[in-house]
């Protein structure tokens, strides 16, 4: 195992560059995974397969989509082998292989039976442990020439629309669900339960601007009997998912209309699946403070209605966005799209579109990605003409179109961009690869311009942006209460956001330290939090992790299990072989790499 782990550690602290996919011959795939046959919990389990790439990402989901092993596997005449053994204590059920690099990936599911000695969650060889986070389906509803609430589990033809959101005429009685069911999402031991379609009106009405809209409306009672029915399947520990749809038009306006009353008596842990033409809204019933909503509207869940809105932007937006992004050196690749959510009863309308830690999930459809690395889903903010990142995941499909998974804690107005930006004095630089990635992401900025200063110092204020960055997180200035960080600090948002999150805090005098650089101890303890953020819960890590470093006894108590935690999961490695060296300093370049596989362990970038 520690030979292993050591070459784990060896390749990542290389920083490779994973390249993009080379030219391979006509038809052939840049990556086959060879199936994974079934095994029991504490034996070996062999993934192998071909590739056409240098490099590629291993990742074994757990049946509740979390991650249980996760490498950079060499490629080498055309194959690769990334063995591990599979702890003791995991729970049974079917795991899901994924293999690959941006766009081109594979995946492949087996059996794992539940040992009948193992306790807890044991790990193989480079395991790691992270809760699960909400699946979406992996399909898009096919554009027809009028709207039906039909399921289908063709993937949509084109992405995010450039019209104005002209609306369909729709069936006036939705016929009955269509034949096919959409495509189980991965971590899901069951298909999603599909409303009956024929319980679920269709009709014509105004967004808040006036503007056309489509109206989807289930029955109460379809949508309670649809609920029940995902809670009682054996989903193998992940969220049951119920699955509507609008088979319409792209560029329609939508408004899911949900019986909050439905809802609200439903299984704990559910997930609502909304899809149209144009994107799709994977909603976990958890983010729902059903008191407080009655609370707001005076109103009984009976009478409360849960509107959710996919709105692909206009042409007056989309030429909007176009300009902000051509003065960041980026082009967006189809339409934008707006996410948003409301509840109504009795001409009153409160506002729902932040969801405090959790993660909501959302899809959009693109065409143009040539490279998934200088592709990023990009949050826009109308009132300033800003970007910001967003976590996501781009997926080829057999039509050849991209699908964008993401995910952020509230909703707003999202598009694809993509971007290819470099610095002048990253050139021949170990760190090259890995920071232009992410500063083609929006992640990481220049120290000035057209330069990174990648051997700079890194200060506490700057790491916590990172990571505020990383995860997707608004600003919050009024969170930053500290004796140091004044509301008008270019920080003061971020450090904000970051003591919000949980990822930093200050000192016993009130103050936060905001320009002293940051340690390496710092830094494993915010990016510890980070993967417990991410992961919706605390991973654990046995201090025995840092039994190799010869001078662990001057890592802090405070910092010693997060260390530990960001060793095992090879975002940070010792300075030597043999050495952590916890107070020293990290550089620009370092912390970048480090962020760059925090983030991909985590599933925020491929």
């Known amino acids: 195992m520690k030979s292993r782990v050591l070459q784990f550690v060896m390749m990542l602290t290389l920083c490779l560059a994973l390249v993009a996919p080379a030219a391979s011959a ?29 490099e590629i990402i291993v990742k074994v989901l ?50 794992v039976t539940a040992s009948s000695t193992g306790g807890g969650n044991g790990g193989g060889d480079g395991t790691i442990s992270t809760p699960t986070t909400a699946p979406t389906t992996s399909s898009t509803p096919t554009a027809t020439p009028t709207g039906t609430a039909t399921p289908t589990p063709t993937p949509a033809p084109g992405g995010g629309s450039t019209g104005g959101g002209a609306a369909a005429t729709p069936a006036p009685t939705p016929p009955p669900a269509a034949a096919g069911k959409p495509i189980t999402p991965i971590g899901s031991g069951a298909a999603p339960v599909v409303v009956d379609a024929s319980k679920i009106k269709v009709s014509e009405s105004a967004d808040g601007a006036g503007r056309p809209a489509t109206v989807v409306a289930p029955d109460a009672a379809a949508l309670a009997d649809a609920l029940a029915k995902a809670a009682k399947q054996d989903n193998h520990g992940a969220a049951p998912v119920v699955y509507i749809a609008f088979d319409g038009k792209p560029g329609q306006t939508v408004r899911f209309e949900l019986p909050l009353s439905a809802l609200k008596d439903a299984a704990a842990g559910m997930l609502v699946s909304l899809q149209t033409a144009d994107g799709e809204y994977s909603l976990p019933l958890s983010v729902l403070d059903f008191a407080a909503i009655a609370k707001q509207l005076g109103a009984p869940a009976v009478d409360i209605t849960l509107q959710i809105a996919i709105d692909p932007a206009g042409d007056d937006l989309n030429s909007r966005i176009k300009k902000s992004a051509a003065a960041l050196g980026a082009s967006p690749l189809g339409g934008a799209i707006g996410f948003s959510m409301s509840a109504a009863a009795g001409g009153k309308t409160v506002e729902l579109n932040e969801f405090g830690s959790t993660y909501v999930s959302r899809t959009l459809v693109v065409t143009g990605i040539q490279n998934g690395d200088h592709a990023t889903v990009a949050l826009y903010d109308p009132q300033t003409g800003t970007f910001s990142f967003v976590p996501a995941l781009f997926v080829k499909q057999a039509d050849g179109t991209v699908k964008a998974s993401f995910k952020r804690t509230g909703n707003s107005i999202y598009t694809v961009l993509t971007a290819d930006r470099s610095f ?33 110092s890194i200060t506490r204020a700057e790491f916590a942006a990172l990571l505020v960055r990383s995860l997707g997180l608004a600003p919050d200035a009024s969170a930053a ?50 993967m417990t ?20 006894a001057g890592i802090a108590d405070w910092a010693r299990v997060s260390v530990a935690q960001a060793v095992d999961a090879g975002i940070l490695t010792g300075m030597t072989a043999d050495s952590f060296a916890p107070e020293a300093k990290a550089s620009r370049a370092q912390a970048a790499v480090m962020l760059k596989r925090f983030m991909q362990q985590e599933g925020l970038i491929g």
């Open 26 to 54: 006509a038809g052939s795939a840049a990556v086959a995974l060879d199936a994974v046959p079934a095994v029991k919990a504490g034996e070996r389990v062999d993934l192998k397969g071909s590739s056409s790439l240098d």
């Open 533 to 552: 953020f991410a992961q919706g819960s605390a991973a654990s890590s046995a201090a025995s992790s840092l039994d190799g470093f010869k001078d662990k």
């Open 424 to 456: 002048a004095d990253l050139s021949g630089h170990w760190a090259k690869s890995d920071v232009e990635l992410l500063a083609s992401k929006l992640v990481v900025n220049g120290a000035a311009a057209g330069k990174f200063a990648p051997n700079g």
């Open 62 to 111: 757990r049946p509740d989509g979390s991650i249980v092993y996760f490498d950079i596997v060499p490629v080498t005449g055309g194959s690769f082998a990334a063995p591990f053994t599979l702890g003791a204590g995991e729970p049974g059920g079917t795991y899901t292989a994924v293999a690959g690099k941006g766009t081109q990936v594979d995946s492949r599911r087996f059996d």
């Open 481 to 530: 209460a500290f004796s140091d960080v004044a509301a008008g600090d270019w920080h003061a948002g971020a450090v904000g956001a970051a003591v919000k999150a949980k990822l930093a805090e200050g000192f016993s005098d009130g103050s936060f330290k905001p320009n002293d650089t940051i340690s390496r101890q710092q830094m494993a303890v915010m990016i510890g939090r980070a």
